[in-house]
């Protein structure tokens, strides 16, 4: 981050959808006779994005000693041969050196590329002023006029930050999570961002990956529809020249959420069934969806970083799915594949990014420098640079950014509207996951006393997760705000014991046992910081970090009900914290308004409905474990054997043949899908419409749901199948369906999925997707464990 602090230099690139009113041909028209104006400089300009760090008084306010030091010696201006050392200077001085560069920098490495047609796309710009005066250097001081389209990474909003994305995927609502993107596009688009680098569409099996913060989960069907609804909010539902609309990014293709062993930029070794069946589905619904743009990864797949994968970028993207907006690279990922040891040099990096489709560069520069050597020595066509361009043309065209490139700065601010904020609430409450209920401590009677415990209750920065460039820690609402405000007639006692989630510190433990025993109920806020998870910030261990697990023993030591709530970036390793909490209430970090929205949940102002995206392991060990494995040859008995079952020098045997671990079982500790309310549910009566459907049949599945207490709430209900027997092993079970259901006490309905054969499609042996005629199990329940079962068959 200091590097791209100070770095003020970058690559660039853009996106796209149709504006109102101009139809896709015209579209092509407008970019074939721009396309023929075009020199090749002009061309390949287009291909370039450059990051753009503001150095103004914000920034450098943020600046520590140690970076601005770091400044003026990179940039060649203290520390030198002549030159002050930076110890010599006074602050003003280095405020003021800095600022100088700083402008001759945007001069020289910005605005004068942009008026020379070299630049297509920045990123990080966020200043609607800047926007307009960069803006207006590419319309009105180039040679063609073209806009530019303008990156940022907008992941779970922009001011108004949501929940992550791992916690809005719990939410299991399409709608909520594509009204969020939709109030995070307003406010984006409102400074000039036009662009976004989301989803991401990694599929991830591994809570050791930072990243699986910013992902939708391990499922491809569940993510596949939520990315489609994050592309439909933040593209304006498929009005990309709507000026509030930001253009989408499917990122990052493709597997990178597959990384060995969970360690950020890893390589994948994703088989092609696996690739096609599992990593692939989420991607192509999202570009079915209208997805304007397309991002590759870092990691490489079996040998093959995907910024050079002439398969995934041409045979896939662009001759199966017919993709036709434009891909970027991933940060300096065309350069990366140089210590990857695929290329030798830029210069080869460009050709071979180019060759695979990689129509815009991300900050390394390469296409600006190699693409003209490159097309010279006949080693990149001029037609494959075309084409490119003709990509990253159409999709600015359908934006409507030649007509409106503009930030109109006189408008008022959209920023935290009351609107964004009541949204960003209602998807903390519907993102939380209620994972342990004894003994109903939830939800709390208003009049009891409270002892808030634990360094998450008050973390406004934290709170808010990975990936909020943008997101202001002063807008947060933590639970201690909450106490605050809406729930200002709550009587509690406050002592965090730890200041943050890693300190190590015991010595106000005392403290924290004295307001637990001085109130009627303990509600300990533990977690992890943000920094935590998110990019490059893998863990090994995922129980909760420090010495919180401790604090909650001493708390719970003082035999007052315990509530743990945790909010982190991550599923998290918490079997030995269970005993010592009467209820959990599980929070991905839920963003600006958890505070208040978790408080909803305590009290029972609304009640938890959020399901688990992602499984829950005993022990760190048991990664990778997800619900959809493939069936294998010795599928482990309901009970397996234990390591005090085995006796001393027992022989060697294969102790029941079956595949489990001999320390924690075969289960997770909370299976995908899994998430309790304070209303109990009960399934019965699954039928189907048919005992068999034929190929181009559709089966209706329908059964009764009872909410079975005297509460109202809404149950995530899931359908399962299994194809028993495939021409490639199938997994025990696919999610083929949700739906929210909103149950009054004691009410019950029938729901409905309809599940049609080509829903059941997949890669079988020859790699071509179809529905195989066979027998198939189907579930209907409330996680992936649901017992409730029937059987159908589809007929050739
Ligand atoms: C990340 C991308 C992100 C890009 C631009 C990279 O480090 O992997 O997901 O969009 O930076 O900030």
Redesign the pocket.
Known sequence: MKVRKLGLLGVFILSGIFPAGYAQNNVEKRVEDLLSKMTLEEKIGQMNQV?FFAVDDKAIAQYSDDDMDTFLVRMGIAGGQGQKKPSEMTKAEKIALIKAEAAKMLDNNITQPIRDGKIGSL??ITDPVMVNRLQKAAMDESRLGIPMII?R?VIHGFKTIFPIPLGQAASFNPQLVEDGARIAAIEARSTGVNWT??P?LDISRDARWGRIA?SLGEDPYLGGQLGAAMVRGFQGNGNLGDPNAIAA?V??FIGYGAAEGGRDYNSTNIPPHLMRNIYLPPFHNSIKAGAATL?TS?NDNDGIPASGNDYILKSILRDEWKFDGFVVS??ASIGEMIAHGFAKNDKQAAEISANAGLDME?VTGAYLKYLPELIKEGKVAVATVDNAVRNILRIKFRMGLFENPYVDTNKASVMYADAHMKAARQAAVESAILLKNDNNTLPLAESKKIAIIGPMANAPHDQLGTWIFDGDKNHTVTPIGALKGDYKHIRYVYEPALDFSREKNTANFEKAKQAAASADVAVVFLGEESILSG?AHSLSNINLIGVQSELLKAVKSTGKPVVLVIMAGRPLTIERDLPFADAVLFNFHPGTMGGPAIFDLLFGKANPSGKLPATFVREVGQIPMYYNHNSTGRPAPEKVMGLDEIELEAGQTSLGNTSFYLDSGKDPLYPFGFGLSYSTFEYSGLTLSSASIPMNGTLTARVTLKNTSNVDGTEVAQLYVQDIVGSVVRPVRELKGFRRVALKAGESKIIEFKLSADDLSFYGRDLIKRTEAGDFNIWIGGDSNAPLKSTFSVTE
């Open positions: 990051s990123l990080n990156g990474d680098f989301a991401m910013e990014c990122k990052h991002m870092f991933d940060w991300m990019e």
